[in-house]
């Protein structure tokens, strides 16, 4: 079964500063990895995926990573703002060509003060 | 348009009663899913529907029951509610062209507790 971690479970930062959430997963049979935003009360919000041939996707202040080999995925914020504070999830997805199912992890809730 | 929406907002319930979460998307979406996150805990699927008349079980589809009779209603049904099922509800849909480029887009979720 597919077990997704991230680490770590909270992060505090200034404003400003440069920052990396780091997502496992055990098995590398995937076909997609996707990050969301999740604000307290609301649903999720994609904010990359990548897709099991590509190495990374870029989206403004954004930049996921993913390496299928070692299991690993890396998330990296630059120039941090307020408004970035949310919880981040990861999800693999895992399934056929037909139909994927996510499996997520339980998040990094990031915290940006000024 | 409105993307995915959700209804109730939050809802309390007693141990034995019944509801149905309503969850509706105008993306004209074939694909829709059932989620539930507990606190602290990523998302877990409970139920999913790759079109109308098609379901078929998650993870930790015990408990509930779905059905698909349009493109854009995906209802989930709680029978004998338990402290258990205590959770955040998130519906989504998607529209995968091709293999490796689903996004799925999340409503806004309902918040049920169930005493």
């Known amino acids: 079964k597919q077990e997704v971690t991230q680490i770590p479970a909270a992060l505090s930062v200034p404003e400003g500063e440069n920052l990396v959430l780091n997502c496992s997963f055990t098995?590398?049979?995937?076909?997609?990895l996707q990050w969301f935003r999740q604000d307290p009360g609301k649903g999720l919000t994609s904010l990359l995926l990548i897709q099991s041939s590509q190495r990374e996707q870029t989206s403004g202040r954004l930049n996921a990573s993913l390496d299928k080999s070692s299991g690993r995925s890396t998330l990296y914020i630059a120039a941090s703002q307020p408004g970035d504070s949310a919880t981040y999830l990861c999800?693999?997805?895992?399934?056929?060509?037909?139909?994927?199912?996510?499996?997520f992890g339980r998040g990094t809730q990031l915290t940006v003060w000024p | 348009n409105a993307g995915v929406t959700q209804t109730p907002k939050f809802r309390i319930l007693k141990i034995g009663q019944s509801m149905t979460l309503q969850c509706t998307q105008d993306m004209n979406h074939n694909y829709m899913y059932w989620y539930r996150q507990d606190p602290g805990m990523g998302l877990k699927l409970i139920y999913y529907s790759v079109g109308a008349g098609i379901t078929d079980k998650g993870e930790v589809p015990n408990g509930y029951n779905v059905s698909r009779s349009t493109t854009e209603d995906f209802p989930l049904r709680l029978e004998l509610a338990a402290p258990s099922q205590t959770s955040v509800y998130f519906c989504a849909s998607s529209s995968p062209l091709r293999q490796g480029t689903d996004t799925q887009y999340f409503g806004p979720g309902t918040r049920l507790t169930v005493l």
């Open positions: 999800a693999v997805g895992v399934g056929s060509s037909t139909l994927g199912r996510l499996y």
């Open positions: 098995d590398s049979a995937i076909y997609n």
